[in-house]
């Protein structure tokens, strides 16, 4: 089976396209587009560094030829998420979410602990406002006033992360191993990053909502909903994820407003959840 010949946009301001080069192999190119090209470098030397770390069960693509605005990589033959969890046995799929979880596990180790710095959620808060403010339905004031509240004085792990953790950036191999790719630089160099993205899609079901595949919802939705408690049992082992998981996942949802269409469907399922999210309790 050949990978699709076609363009993806995604949320980091790059295109990805599926290519056979002149031997006959497949790979993956990933360019700068609308970006500055040393972004790009960033995610390429994050890319590198996991692709140093990770061992065993998990790893990432590897990384092929390096130009100014682009970089490739090889194609990993497997199943995307969404179809993983939509045709296989449950059991399999809680394998993954334990692999996943210890991933993040692993990421946390490797970071240093500090006291949130407010300063980055106000100034990220500031950009987003002017740009999508309108769509939320939230006072600025209000918002800024609630998150700081909620993680003045908490630490957090800071240092190492995957930026872009959600299963539209995983692959699982025919033999049940994980592939991760599509690192992204982050306004906050965080794990916490990384354990919203990827309840953005088990308890939001993210990937599946934008997909074009066919699922069966009912199943989709009981499996989705129990690999996500076994998430956040995992992750509230962690007293800064029970302090900053509602801020991380609002700011998460709000910064994909960017790069979507006003009045699309994409566009309501973020505001859906960022309204939902700000109703819920805050621990």
Known sequence: MHPPRQCIEGNS???ISFVRNKEGKDIV?????DIDPTRLERQRKKHELFSKLLAGKISTPRIISVGDTFYEMEYFHGYDIPSFIDSSEPFYVLEFAKLLASL???MILKCDLEKVQISKFETKLDD???HTGDRVGIEKDEMISRISEQVKGVEIP??????DLTFSNILVGYSGDICIFDFLDSFYETPIQDMVKIR???KFM???EISHGAFDD???SIISSYIDGVFHKIFSKHDFYVSCYHPFQILNFFRILPYVEKGSRKDRLVKLAIQDLWREKWT
């Open 206 to 208: 993210w990937s599946k």
């Open 13 to 15: 301001g790059c295109s």
């Open 200 to 202: 953005q899609d088990t």
């Open 104 to 106: 993040v596990e692993e």
């Open 29 to 33: 190119r990933k360019f700068a587009n």
């Open 158 to 163: 800071v240092g190492f992360c995957h930026g």
């Open 128 to 130: 987003l406002y002017f």
């Open 218 to 220: 009912t199943r989709y």
